[in-house]
């Protein structure tokens, strides 16, 4: 069984019953996720042996935040326990062309307080052939930041694969930022991942006639971007999510990718995506992608694959994909009809 390390912050979820906004009704339902919590999560759906490193305080949130993810078949024993708090973050679902909102609680988490030198790297990466991270955890402080390098440098002295979704978070740190810390850290992946957004916060790249708020994506800028990407920063695979915004209750969803060594760059299927619930969805296409590459099905399959589980994943509540590898496949397969299988 293939053994990927994801490494993050897992938080608390407070959302307001459907599409209910903030405090309609003095309800907030509770749930966990995070950006590399969620990866974890769907790898071990998809059978892998999948394990999760984060800090989480010793009290009974941070027991909760760790019974869910053993319930989801998460290994947590490289979970350290300590500081005050678990980070929480509230969101409101969006709804036709009233936006989605999320709103953080997650300054001087446990994870945001992680010192260099507090994970024992060399064992918790002991037979991984894959590392996960996203820009979301060097965005919560320098010293996490230095935790995250430490984790990569170790990984990649381990012979696993590293893989980096950008993930760009305005809310936690400006464009400057961002840049001096992730366009270095990007030189160390084998795999990056991002949208439109992340390349060009997180790296400086513009993409010529791109526009976050519009659904009308130019595909051969991005095949263009992608390539240098992967040129500049020594990228083996460079993936792009393109998501078509033609309101908060329907997307676009497709992805490309570039691989380096065939100099090939590979499409992925599009969906129309009634949306329930993105959050989680840039996540769950990483996931597809890391179990695609790490099972050996290819660059191009491997995106097919992540694209069938991301469009699935947005039509499910909550940070998760709790989907398995034969639902994906049909998808992916091209059964996209929805009907009731009996």
Known sequence: MKKVVSFGEIMLRLSPPGFERFFQSPVLQATFGGGE??????????????????????????????????????????????????????????????????????????????????????????????????????????????????????????????????????????????????????????????????IQSCLGIEIEGADVTSANLGIEAYRTTARRVAREFGAEIVAITLRESFSASRNGWSALLWDEAAGQCHEGPRFDVALVDRIGGGDSFAAGLIFGLVTGRGPEAALRFAVAASALKQTIPGDFNRVSVAEVDLLAGGDASGRVRR
């Not at 430490?150 to 694969?161: D, K, L, Q, V, W």
């Open 37 to 198: 919590a969620n990866v974890a999560v769907s790898l071990a759906q998809f059978g892998l042996d999948s394990r999760y490193v984060t800090r989480v305080p010793a009290n009974a949130l941070g027991d909760a935040a760790l019974r869910v993810l053993r319930a989801e078949g998460v290994h947590v024993d490289g979970v350290l326990r300590g500081g005050e708090r678990l980070g929480i973050y509230f969101a409101e679902t969006g709804a036709s062309q009233r936006a989605g909102t999320v709103i953080y609680d997650r300054a001087r988490s446990a994870i945001a307080e992680a010192k260099p030198g507090m994970f024992d790297w060399k064992r918790l990466l002991e037979g991984a052939e894959w590392f996960h991270v996203t820009g979301i955890t060097p965005a919560l402080g320098a010293d996490v930041a230095r935790v995250a390098r430490e984790a990569i440098e170790a990984a990649r002295a381990a012979g696993a694969r590293v893989s980096i979704d950008l993930n760009y978070r305005r809310k936690l740190w400006t464009e400057s930022q961002a840049r001096s810390v992730m366009r270095s850290l990007a030189a160390l992946s084998h795999v990056l991942i991002a949208n439109e957004e992340d």
